[in-house]
């Protein structure tokens, strides 16, 4: 499989679904609608997307039954990082070689640009007129709450590397990233029809898949003194070992579900093995 | 009716509501979950769930009925309070005679917290379990996103008062403030199993009451100086009698509901004649 190629189809496959979705950039209050989009296209690489449509394949559905997810894990991805950029927060002046929102845009704009983000991610899926919906739903708030993305992020803020140990980095990257990373799988299948034991191991496999995603990102940024790593506790090589370990995992969790869910596993190794 | 009794019976019962919602404040991170009890507990006035309470008795359901959005416009209220005060925005360091969130526990643990109170209020809405929920979470989305609620608080910050007509100000009214009030009531009425007739009479009958409570704001404000208030345009007497028109013509939408919309009118007639 051609996971480059399948990366590809979901970024324009989301991107129409969000371009439509939300308000022109030219609807009053226009500076507000501009921020909204700033970082969001181009965006990144659309990984959650992809594993969102993946999941909807997986349990032998049509990808495009997760459009609405799609779009609200983008959404939620989107805000997080519009907000994590504030000075109050990591204070970044760049990302993906453009200005934060906040510098292009101003600081309390780019605060509501982020709460804006977050609620239209579930103004999309309220829109899915769908019975699985609110199952859905209850999903991402989990997700993207303080027990897990928020609180994630709160425990990151405040860090403290001496402190920490292997547990507690993966706590954080679990809740920062992982939790996120699993709604976006485990919410395609549920548009997709998947059964509550498929759906099960389809989170187990995105937990697994989200922290070896993050250790991935640990791994890449060696050297540049993130607090929260874990190669400042197990080093490169064995950040990288831990990586693997969980991916083996993960991909064992569904090993049942057949060629169905190839996609899953290519965006898996994609995930975990990419080199940016 | 006594509306004060209305108002403490509606306050109590969604206190409870969010108290066993939320994570428990000792709950970790713990500081993040005490930050979001901050501002929410205890509270304000509780108008909004006071009006979705009295929404589903206005087509004849119990009061009870109305819980999940009752708790959810509370969250979504409490949430636009504590980032409209962060030092990017309004800049206060008071409200309600305590600090705000970010002089209690930091800007970035602020972002946060009202990032979790938005993402929590579609928690638990999404946990109603409840046929109609997909209809009220859309709703409630829309209310609160750049088309109504954060798009008033955009206009709000740069407000600019000369270029200012009545009409201008009451857009920042009708988006800031009477959509969370319209929400509250049509989500009430739509949980309750009101038909569309009476939702769209309701949803006519909340925003007007809105834009008339937030008028009785600025005429309590007089004096404060504000940019966007209708006193600047019509003057104390004539601001307090606009209220009054939308207020009428409101209670006219809702004539025909009878008995069981009461609390609804007495609710509304509070909401813009009260002394503070």
Redesign the interface.
């Known amino acids: 499989m051609d996971v480059q190629g399948y990366l590809a189809e979901s970024a324009a496959r989301v991107e129409r679904f969000l371009d439509e979705s939300l308000?022109a950039v030219d609807?009053?209050?226009a500076?507000?609608?501009a921020a909204?989009r700033h970082l969001l296209f181009p965006g990144g690489k659309r990984l959650r997307p992809a594993l969102a449509f993946a999941g909807a394949e997986a349990v032998g559905a049509a990808p495009e039954r997760a459009l609405p997810i799609a779009g609200a894990v983008e959404l939620v991805h989107t805000?997080s990082l519009v907000?994590d950029d504030?000075p109050?927060?990591d204070d970044d002046d760049e990302r993906r070689g453009l200005p934060t929102v906040h510098v292009a845009f101003?600081?309390?704009?780019a605060?509501?640009a982020?709460?804006?983000l977050?609620?239209?991610a579930?103004?999309v899926?309220?829109?899915?007129?769908?019975s699985r919906?609110?199952?859905v739903?209850?999903d991402?708030?989990?997700a993207?709450?303080?027990?897990e993305l928020?609180?994630g992020?709160?425990?990151d803020?405040s860090f403290d590397s001496q402190a920490a140990t292997p547990e507690s980095v993966e706590s954080v990257h679990r809740r920062k990233s992982a939790a996120l990373i699993a709604a976006s799988v485990v919410g395609g299948a549920r548009l997709g029809g998947g059964d509550a034991e498929r759906l099960g191991r389809l989170r187990r496999f995105g937990l697994q898949v989200g922290v070896a995603f993050q250790i991935a990102d640990d791994v890449l940024d060696a050297g540049d003194d993130e607090p929260c790593s874990l190669v400042s506790h197990l080093g490169v090589e064995g950040a990288r070992r831990r990586a693997e370990d969980l991916l083996e995992s993960a991909l064992a969790e569904i090993e049942d579900l057949g060629e169905p869910a190839e996609a899953l596993r290519e965006l898996a190794r994609f995930a975990v093995r990419r080199d940016r």
Not at 125 to 130: F, Q
Not at 144 to 147: K, T
Request: one cysteine or more; aromatic letters at 4%.
């Open positions: 308000p609807e009053p209050p500076r507000l609608h909204m805000y907000h504030l109050c927060m101003g600081e309390a704009t605060v509501l982020g709460d804006a977050l609620t239209e579930f103004a899926l309220a829109l899915a007129d769908e919906v609110a199952g739903i209850g991402l708030a989990e993207a709450g303080s027990r928020v609180g992020q709160h425990d803020l």
